[in-house]
């Protein structure tokens, strides 16, 4: 009987079936060696069913035997590509649980920053303004100086400088492609990717030689948020593939953090819209830090009495504190409006103000607005 792991490198080589289908096949089947073993019959009962199509069906039944695929998993070892599988206990425990893992994850450099630390992906435009490189260089730098693992895509723009400053700063990152593990995209990085193969982590669920195409790079996505406990998003227009990236990481229950950008700005569109929906606006990667429950010092998840710093309920609130903090969210709120069915003055409220952000009770993202911390 052909092993798990060489049967769910045999799946992620079927090239007609989504994610999503390859996931309900192997719960349907039980596991990739069932579904593997599979007699026509049954596969021919599905398509009848309409739970799958006539040229998947096809497309299984014309695969590999059994030492096919054996000999394939050892070809790949011995060109230097290695892979992990959910049959492996290496495999990502987070990526593990979302809807639709890959079920082959081939890997180029150090596996073991898949285990036992915190990542957190940053995603933004290809094309950023001078003020989004800097801020995801700054966001990337000190995030990873705290032992964080950077996660990003390997493209251009957001993406190479979060994974370049990660580096430069001493931490770790890993890339995720959109194409084979051997191909890098686009070829303006391809000195980035060398540097990542050898010293940090480039992914990719697909082999060797697949060309990047562009209908896989919103799949490579849920790979990105898959792998973090937190997205950052710097820069994004309002229609973009980085936003299906933040809807990838709300679906998956991760937390999405969205740097705020000029009004009028095409670029700041799309993070300021995060923002509105309800992303935690951040201003610094302590924001991020702090939101996760993180250790400044090492990356590692903090004890739960530690997790979140102090709340509002473990401090000692009056009553005109109480009711600055109902009237704020994760949306900015102008003093304006705070100071409405109140009986202070302007001053006497700027003046509470500073002293709940000092107690790091709220957060004034720009000048005169403010949100929860």
């Known amino acids: 009987m052909i092993e798990e792991r060489e049967a769910f490198l ?20 039980g596991s990739a060696a069932h579904f593997f073993q599979a007699p026509e019959s049954e596969l021919m009962a599905l398509v009848a069913d309409g739970q799958l199509k006539q040229e998947s069906m096809e497309e299984i039944c014309a695969t590999e035997n059994e030492e096919e695929v054996r000999r394939l998993a050892e070809n790949y070892l011995k060109r230097g590509f290695p892979f992990l599988t959910p049959a492996d206990p290496e495999y990502p425990e987070l990526l593990r649980n979302i809807p639709d893992p890959p079920v082959t994850l081939f890997y180029r450099g150090r596996k073991e920053l898949l285990s036992d630390t915190v990542c957190v992906g940053v995603v933004g435009t290809r094309t950023p303004s001078l ?5 995801a260089g700054r966001f990337a730098s000190e995030l990873a100086s705290t032992g964080i693992v950077i996660v990003s895509g390997l493209a251009a ?7 370049k400053n990660a580096i ?10 959109g194409g084979g593990i051997d191909i890098c995209y686009p070829q303006r990085n391809f000195g980035l990717y060398q540097e990542m193969c050898e010293s940090q982590l480039v992914l990719s669920e697909y082999a060797p030689g697949v060309a990047p195409l562009a209908i896989q790079f919103p799949l490579r996505n849920r790979i990105i948020s898959g792998l973090s406990e937190g997205l950052l998003v710097v820069e994004a227009r309002k229609r973009s593939g980085t936003l ?10 991760r937390s999405v953090y969205s ?29 991020i830090l702090e939101d996760l429950g993180v250790d400044l010092k090492r990356g590692k998840r ?29 949306v900015p709120v102008h003093v304006d409006e705070l100071l ?10 700027l003046s509470l103000l500073l002293s709940m952000e000092h107690r790091a009770l709220i957060h004034q993202p720009m000048r005169g607005y403010y949100t929860l911390a």
């Open 259 to 287: 740097v705020p950008g000029r009004l009028g700005d095409p670029l700041s569109e799309g993070t300021n819209n995060l923002i509105r929906q309800g992303a935690l606006c951040v201003m610094e990667a302590a924001d």
């Open 168 to 177: 430069r700063s001493g931490g770790a990152t890993i890339g995720v492609l």
């Open 244 to 253: 299906i990236t933040a809807d990838a990481a709300l679906e998956q229950g």
């Open 10 to 29: 045999w799946l992620g080589r079927l090239r007609t079936l989504s994610p999503v289908m390859r996931q309900e096949l192997l719960e349907r089947f």
């Open 131 to 135: 003020y989004g490189k800097e801020v």
């Open 302 to 330: 903090r004890g739960t009495d530690a997790g979140r710093g102090k709340g509002p309920n473990s401090q000692e609130l009056s009553k005109e504190e109480r009711q600055i903090l109902d009237k704020l969210s994760l």
């Open 340 to 349: 409405q069915d109140g009986d202070g003055n302007l001053q006497d409220m």
């Open 157 to 163: 723009g957001i993406d190479a400088e979060a994974h």
